[in-house]
C-alpha cells in the first residue's frame, strides 16, 4: 500500500502532511530503508549536506520607519550610544518617525526584513513593540506583528517593549504609570478579546532609562497578566538587573554586558537565560559579554541578532560568528544558543529548537559537508543554506535550477 506524505529529506528527516511536524529522524540507512515506496509531496536529496534545526533568533526590534544610517557616521566618529540618545536621537530618533509611519508601511518593511532573516536560516523570531512609548503607536506595532504573525510562514514571539525609552516630555515615574495604568489594561483587553498575541514583556533597565524599581513593577504587572518577562538588563552599567530578573523568575534577560558574579550566579539557579547580542557589543564598541563565565557557572546562553537601527544585522550566522571570534565561544555552543537555547528563552524549547520527533519541522538543509561552515564563513550564508523548512514547507529554495 502507497501513502502520502509532506516532506522526505533523504537520509534525514521526515515531515507529516497533517501537522508540519516531524514524524521520524534517524541515520540514512533507516530512513531510506523505511520509506522506499512511500510516495512523498517533496523529496530532498541531501547526500553530502547537512541538516540542522531551524535558527533561532531571540531579540529583534524589527518594527519602525526611519533608518540612523547617520548615526552610525556619529558613532563610527567617537559619539557614545547614550551621547546620541542624550542629544534627541537613538531611540527617539526612531520613535519620532514610527508613530508618524502607516501601519501598512511598517508592515511592508516588516516583511521585507523578516524575510531576509528567513532566508539568513531564521525560522523562530521574537519581535518587539517599543518605538512607540504611548498607547496607541505601541499597540500599532503589536498588531502589525500579529499581522505578521497570522500570514507569514516564519514563527514569531511578539514582546510588548513600551519601557523601551522614557517618551520625550515625562518623567521615569510619569512613564511608568502610563504603562502600568494605561497601556497595560488596554493591552490585557486586546489579547483577552483574542485580537492580540502578545508573549513577553520588555523594559530596558538602564541608567537613564528605567531605573531598577520602575522596572520592577511593569515587569511584575506583565507577569500578572501572563506574560513572559524577556527584558534588557545589565547593558551600559551594572544595574542588578540579573538578579532582580532571577528573583522574579524571568525567562531571559539580554545584554548582559556589565553584569556582576553575582547577576550571574542568580541566573544559573533560576534558569534565567541569558540572551547575548555579539552585534551590540561589536557596533557600540562595549566590553563583551562574559559568555564564558556564564557557560560556566551553568547559565543557559541563547543569541540574538537585536535587529534594529542601531544594529542592521538580519543574519544569525554572522550572530554566531562573532559570538565565537569575541565571545569566546565555541561552535557547537554558538549553534545550541542559537536554536535550543533561544527557543528555551522563548519559551518555545518543548517544540523548537532541535530535530526531534513530534516536534516542529523548522530546518536548514546546508550545501557544505560540515555544518560548521555556518559559522566559519562569515557572511557566507547565501552560498551555503540551500533549503529553509518551516513547518515541512519548503519556505525558501536556493537551488536556481529546482523549482519547489
Ligand atoms: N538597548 C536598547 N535597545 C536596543 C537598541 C534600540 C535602538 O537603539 O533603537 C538594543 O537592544 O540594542
Ligand atoms: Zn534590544
Known sequence: MLFHRKLLIKRAVYCSCSDGLIKDIGPASTIDFQYAGVSFDKVIDATGMCVIPGLVDAHTHPVWAGDRVHEFALKLAGATYMDVHRAG???????????????????????????????????????????????????????????????????????????????????????????????????????????????????????????????????????????????????????????????LGALAISHLEEVTDEGIAAMATAKTAAILLPTTAYILRLPQPRARDMLEAGVIVALGSDFNPNAYCCSMPVVMHLACVNMRMSMPEALAAATINAAYALGRSHTHGSLEVNKHGDLLVLNAPRWEHLIYQLGGHQELIRYVVIRGNVVYNNDKTMDF
Open 89 to 247: 536621537g537613538g531611540i527617539h530618533f526612531t520613535v519620532e518617525h514610527t508613530r508618524a509611519a502607516l501601519a501598512s508601511t511598517l508592515l511592508a518593511s516588516l516583511i521585507g526584513r523578516l524575510g531576509r532573516m528567513q532566508r539568513a536560516g531564521t525560522t523562530l523570531v521574537e519581535c518587539k513593540s517599543g518605538y512607540g512609548l504611548e498607547l496607541q503607536t505601541e499597540l500599532k506595532m503589536l498588531e502589525v506583528i500579529e499581522t505578521a504573525r497570522r500570514t507569514l510562514p516564519i514563527n514569531i514571539s511578539s514582546t510588548y517593549c513600551g519601557a523601551h525609552a522614557v517618551p520625550k516630555g515625562k518623567t521615569v515615574a510619569e512613564a511608568t504609570t502610563d504603562i502600568l495604568k494605561v497601556q497595560l489594561p488596554r493591552l490585557s483587553e486586546r489579547m483577552l478579546a483574542g485580537a492580540l498575541r502578545v508573549d513577553n514583556i520588555d523594559v530596558f533597565c538602564e541608567q537613564g532609562v528605567f531605573d531598577l524599581s520602575s522596572t520592577r513593577s511593569i515587569l511584575q504587572a506583565g507577569l500578572d497578566m501572563g506574560l513572559n518577562i524577556n527584558f534588557h538588563g545589565d547593558e551600559l552599567h551594572p544595574m542588578n538587573s540579573a538578579q532582580l530578573g532571577a528573583e
